[in-house]
């Protein structure tokens, strides 16, 4: 029998040197979580309502005449709440992702994967999509005797059942994703009169059925092959990370025992090797094993296993969020939290925290307008009425706000300079125009400059009153100066 005909089911050999074989491929045993409920299963699916309750609902939220979160890639603007982005803000989003990045290495240092196994969506929308198989199929051994099973009308009904709900809400979830860069209810009318554009309808699609495939068979393959987290998560991991741990020292040597009975009068440690803290995990790991890269810090089996020392009428705690110092120390849960709040941890806080300060403080105080002056390359200097010299400018006006806003441009910095012809420019809330501007010389300042490039300033002032013709002190909101040159030909 040749090595190919040796190998076991499942797998691709690879026949080496020796005459054996390598696998290239093994198939792995469908894993079927099995239900379970608790303090942190509580904590679980209070997340899940609360990011599922934000991403299906803001895009229906009215907000100043629009829906509250828009990213109109189209118009080039970022509508969130009262805040208006353009593309010259894209520095908020270079801090919105340090900011992220930072609380993540700040929560993965104090607890390891809790974005894992709470907030990820993932994880969110697999607790969803296992639901629902809940639901139409049963809990873990109902599901299994339904896969063993032959197929019949009611083995069909259930899965068909399960298999509509699942497309719904990925589909769903496709059109909710698209709602945020095309408004909702404009999506919705295109949707109904079956006349979405051809990117949507990609960005839909794509996106329901990636939530389809992930959450409802992909799984645990995502997080332990696909998630890039899970590789590097160690080098933020150290001895007083709190992660889910077994007591061995309690729990060992395992075995059954009738109920009330102290273990160590008949030679055993507490846990009674039932298995339901391996039949509830998604990605479906002995936790008794020690910490495994696999595991995403959901906490079911904490959840099983305490539901089972009650039964037992033993202390909770067999397994735990603790840390390893603490574990091979016996440190009680105050020692193991002082160590928790380390050096290393502080300065992720006080980083995280500086950033986040400046981060709110300079949206707060974000000019409500930008401009930018740029010359007119096609006409440096020319010679007009009166002997006068005139440059040619273009600004750059955006308004940031959702307001009409009127814009008065005055010149500073150059003696005699004055801006020709200028009428005050009023901007629709949001618009964003380049306006020409030319300003003149006097002749005998122009001689007294001389010729050259002569560095200047254009005030562009923001008038309290959208209906004001004149600037004044009184009347400005905010100002911006923006430097220039002002050429004298030779």
């Not at 379970?36 to 209070?46: C, I, K, L, M, N």
């Not at 390891?112 to 809990?139: K, N, S």
Request: overall charge positive; charged content about 20%; hydrophobic content about 45%.
């Amino acid at each position: 029998m040749s090595d190919r005909d040796a190998a076991p089911p499942g797998v691709i050999p690879i026949v080496a040197a020796s005459g054996g074989y390598a696998p290239l491929y093994v198939s792995e045993a469908k894993i079927q979580p099995r239900a379970v409920s608790g303090w942190f299963a509580t904590w679980r699916w209070s997340l899940v309502w609360f990011t599922q309750i934000l991403f299906y609902g803001l895009p229906w939220l009215p907000w100043n005449g629009r829906q509250a979160v828009l990213l109109d890639l189209t118009a080039r603007r970022f509508y969130i709440f009262d805040v208006v982005l353009h593309p010259q803000d894209v520095i908020f989003l270079a801090g919105l992702l340090i900011i992220a990045a930072l609380g993540l290495f700040l929560f993965t240092a104090v607890a390891g994967r809790l974005w894992c196994g709470f907030a990820c969506p993932q994880t969110v929308y697999t607790e969803i999509f296992m639901w629902v198989e809940h639901r139409f199929e049963g809990d873990r051994q109902a599901r299994i005797k339904l896969d063993r099973a032959p197929w019949s009308a009611a083995k069909i009904l259930k899965r068909g059942g399960k298999q509509l709900v699942w497309l719904a809400i990925g589909l769903w979830t496709g059109f909710t994703f698209v709602a945020y860069f095309t408004p909702a209810k404009a999506l919705a009318a295109e949707v109904a009169s079956f006349g979405v554009g051809p990117w949507e309808t990609f960005w839909m699609l794509f996106y329901g059925l990636a939530t389809y495939g992930n959450a409802g068979y992909m799984r645990e393959q995502v997080c332990k092959y696909m998630c890039p987290y899970a590789r590097f998560q160690s080098a933020m991991f150290d001895r007083d990370t709190l992660i889910i741990s077994y007591d061995t020292l309690r729990g060992e040597p395992r075995g059954s025992r009738r109920r009330g009975v102290d273990p160590k009068i008949v030679g055993k440690g507490d846990c009674i090797d039932c298995t339901l803290c391996v039949q509830v995990c998604p990605t479906g790991i002995d936790i008794r094993k020690g910490l495994q890269y696999e595991c995403i810090g959901c906490a079911a089996c904490i959840d099983a296993c305490d539901a089972v020392m009650d039964k037992m009428q033993s202390p909770r705690g067999l397994i735990r969020y603790a840390t390893q110092n603490g574990m091979e120390r016996g440190w009680s849960r105050r020692q193991m939290w002082r160590r928790v709040l380390r050096p290393r941890v502080l300065v992720y806080g006080l980083v995280l925290a500086v950033i986040a300060a400046a981060f709110v403080t300079s949206l707060a105080l974000r000019a409500p307008f930008k401009a930018d002056v740029v010359r007119d390359r096609g006409s440096l200097a020319r010679l007009v009425e009166g002997g006068r010299i005139e440059n040619v400018y273009r600004i750059q006006l955006m308004n940031g706000t959702e307001r009409a806003q009127r814009f008065h441009v005055g010149v500073e910095g150059l003696d005699g300079a004055t801006v020709s012809q200028w009428s005050d420019v009023e901007l629709a809330p949001t618009e964003a125009r380049w306006v020409p501007l030319a300003v003149q010389v006097p002749p005998q300042a122009a001689a007294a400059l001389g010729p050259g490039a002569h560095p200047m300033r254009l005030r562009i002032t923001l008038l309290a009153d959208a209906a004001s013709h004149a600037a004044g002190d009184d009347d400005a909101l905010a100002e911006r100066r923006e430097k220039s040159t002002f050429v004298i030909p030779r």
